[in-house]
């Protein structure tokens, strides 16, 4: 059996993919060195290049996790994704034990059920998650490039225009009257008009989040973070889901292949097996769980030395106010994110090109802010991402500008405008709805996890459908 | 371009799957595999590198060998025979 083996590419295309490291190096130095300021900025653009150094180095992608895992059997990618939660959990725990890690438990409820089903649908579609789309648009694929522009589009007008005549039929009573509480609070009424508004202000802002560290009777921190975030939030439905893998998608395979089952050593030398069965994609869940720890102890430390809790306060002092939320704050999470930034700059593009208002809503106007991406800390973390993929993939002679067909312009169409839709129901996509939440201990990241395997399922249903009567219809054996 | 596939003899065939991203070229390589009689090869062209490594593991586990591997200009082949 041929190997995959690790290539170089040619002289030309390092050249290319250190010059990309070289001009965000000088461009970090410069904006830093006009002022110290802009290295929260630069912190975030760096954490972008670093995860998809990662990100393309694993070809790590949950969308291949789930979906490969049912439609082929493979379980490489999702060991490699579990080894990140694991790895990220014990890192994200030393930044709680010491104080600095700025992660708070997602609201839980039927909506990340809703969201994580249509987020996956759409990651079957799409052929990536929204991290996987991002590393691959690095490699040059024109089909990942749409289906980032498709969730970014979905998301900016899904949360701001759906006002319809029909809408105030799905909005439920309970909702307007929670949602008129917020307004007697202090929110502006034209903030609260549009279907998300209300599904916001009237619902999700009602729900509490559920962490490991809710289990321990304690306030003793170390018990809360260590036995309960950290044991109970992470790695015990870590281990829950490695036996599931095991036991439903490797088991038999490995049996077969020793021939014998002798006892239950022969299940934990498999077990064993199947995590190391690819190291690279083991090494990039590694490498990748690390550096989410770093990113939120360095983004933790800034605050801490520019006197901050949000990039919002630091944008008025530089004397940037231009798209900050009526509280003069801008998304800043703190942590890996993506598709909020996405949403963030497509309604600006959107916003500077029709000259439409999508501000005035609460996703947007409340709770976002609608920066110029080019001063938007998070938009960095992007555009940093798909640079590491870039340098990754020029490096390793994966680059290649990839024509899609037209019938990949159509599932990248309708995969990103699903990602989206489910993206913003679930509060998060499979980074900051799974990765970040399932690690710290939050409940609702694995509960998105289970509910995004679950479209992923039926979104699989659905391609092989229509890749079996396409086989029927033109191969000819 | 559409997907194209294509007997050239009795025993080998034919995919070529470029342009198209995850989940198609493995799951159409998939489909080939199964239909094509026994001892029987299928040369595979795609041009999505993380669709390589989904190929090798449905290799593995299904028991085919892959007889060629070979990529130029982010463009793969593979040669994979079913005995």
């Known amino acids: 059996m041929k190997e995959m083996v690790f290539k170089r590419a040619s002289s030309k295309y390092r050249v290319y993919a250190w010059l990309i490291i070289a001009s965000g190096f000088l461009l970090s130095l410069i904006a830093m060195l006009y002022d110290i300021r802009f290295s929260y900025m630069v912190a975030y653009f760096w954490a972008g290049i670093v995860y998809g150094l990662f990100l393309q180095y694993g070809h790590f992608c949950m969308a291949s996790a789930t979906r490969d895992l049912f439609a082929i059997g493979t379980t490489r990618v999702a060991v490699g994704i579990l080894i990140a939660i694991t790895l990220y959990g014990f890192t994200s725990l030393i930044d709680r034990l010491i104080g600095i890690a700025p992660f708070h438990a997602n609201p839980i409820g039927v909506h990340t059920l809703i969201g994580g089903f249509i987020f996956g649908v759409g990651i079957s579609f799409a052929g990536g998650c929204s991290s996987g789309s991002l590393y691959k648009s690095g490699e040059g694929n024109i089909a990942a490039m749409i289906v980032v522009t498709s969730v970014a589009v979905a998301q900016a007008l899904f949360v701001s225009t759906l006002k319809f005549p029909f809408v105030p039929y799905l909005v439920p009573e309970s909702w307007m009257k929670a949602a008129e509480q917020q307004t007697n609070m202090g929110i502006p009424k034209e903030f609260v008009s549009s279907w998300y508004d209300y599904f916001l202000a009237g619902y999700a802002w009602n729900l509490k989040g559920l962490s490991g560290a809710d289990l321990i009777p304690s306030d003793n921190i170390f018990l809360r973070e260590f036995i309960g975030n950290f044991l109970l939030g992470v790695i015990v439905p870590t281990l829950f889901f490695l036996m599931i893998t095991y036991i439903f998608f490797f088991r038999k395979r490995y049996i077969r292949n020793v021939k014998s089952f002798q006892s239950v050593f022969t299940d934990i030398k498999g077990l064993l097996n199947m995590i190391v069965d690819s190291k690279r994609t083991a090494l990039a869940g590694l490498g990748l769980g690390v550096a989410s720890g770093l990113h939120m102890w360095v983004l933790g430390i800034l605050r801490e030395r520019l006197g901050i809790d949000n990039f919002g306060e630091l944008l008025q002092q530089m004397g940037f106010t231009s798209g900050l939320t009526i509280q003069g704050t801008a998304f800043d999470p703190g942590y890996w994110y993506i598709t909020t930034q996405e949403a963030q700059w497509m309604a600006w593009t959107i916003e500077k090109i029709f000259r439409v208002d999508l501000y005035h809503n609460i996703f947007f106007g409340v709770e976002n802010g609608i920066l110029n991406p080019l001063i938007n800390a998070a938009d960095l973390m992007i555009i940093g991402i798909i640079l590491g993929a870039a340098f990754m993939a020029l490096y390793r002679g994966e680059f290649k500008w990839r024509k899609p067909t037209g019938e990949q312009v159509i599932f990248a169409l309708m995969g990103g405008t699903l990602m989206g839709i489910g993206a913003r129901l679930a509060l998060g996509c499979n980074i900051g709805a799974l990765f970040v939440p399932a690690a710290n201990g939050d409940y609702s990241g694995w509960l998105f996890f289970i509910a995004m395997g679950a479209g992923a399922f039926s979104g699989v249903k659905i391609t092989t459908w229509w890749i079996n009567r396409r086989v029927q219809k033109e191969f000819e054996f | ?83």
Do not use: W
């Open chain 2, 1 to 83: 371009m559409a997907v194209k596939f294509e007997k050239l003899s009795e025993s080998k065939y034919f995919l070529d799957v470029r342009g198209y991203v995850c989940p198609h070229p493995q799951m159409y390589t998939k489909k080939a595999m199964e239909k094509m009689p026994p001892e029987a090869c299928l040369e595979v062209v795609l041009d999505n590198p993380s669709s390589c490594e989904s190929i090798f593991d449905l290799c593995k586990i299904e028991g085919y060998k892959i007889v060629e591997y070979n990529e130029e200009g982010g463009v793969f082949r593979f040669l994979i025979c079913r005995g």
